[in-house]
């Protein structure tokens, strides 16, 4: 799986990701891009995830109009992620094509 991380995921998220291609909107150069242009440019280059930590995101957007499967972490800092790891790692391997999830911590 093909996935985008938006600039306030913690990095560290992506060593449990392994065996998905994992790349940052700032690696791409998309870090200026708003929320709609950076979904519409992550479907475009085929990105099959995007994972943020913006809960506003579908209050923003018609998150309808896109193919791209959307992650939310509720908490953005990776001392409060890291035991729970593994659990957003699952929440990543169940995700389906156009599906809205908020990742909450157990």
Do not use: C
Not at 47 to 69: E, K, M, V
Not at 84 to 104: H, M
């Amino acid at each position: 799986m093909r996935i985008l991380f938006d600039q306030g995921v913690p990095l560290p998220v992506k060593r449990w990701l392994a065996s998905h291609d994992v790349e940052t909107a700032r690696q791409r150069g998309w870090s200026e891009l708003l929320n709609g242009e950076l979904l519409a440019a992550a479907q475009a280059a085929e990105f099959d995830l995007f994972i943020t930590t913006d809960q506003n995101l579908r209050h923003q957007l018609d998150l309808g109009r896109f193919d791209i499967a959307v992650l939310v972490l509720m908490v953005a800092n990776w001392p409060s992620l890291e035991p729970f790891a593994s659990e957003i790692a699952a929440a990543v391997d169940k995700i389906i094509p156009g599906q809205y999830v908020e990742w909450f911590p157990p």
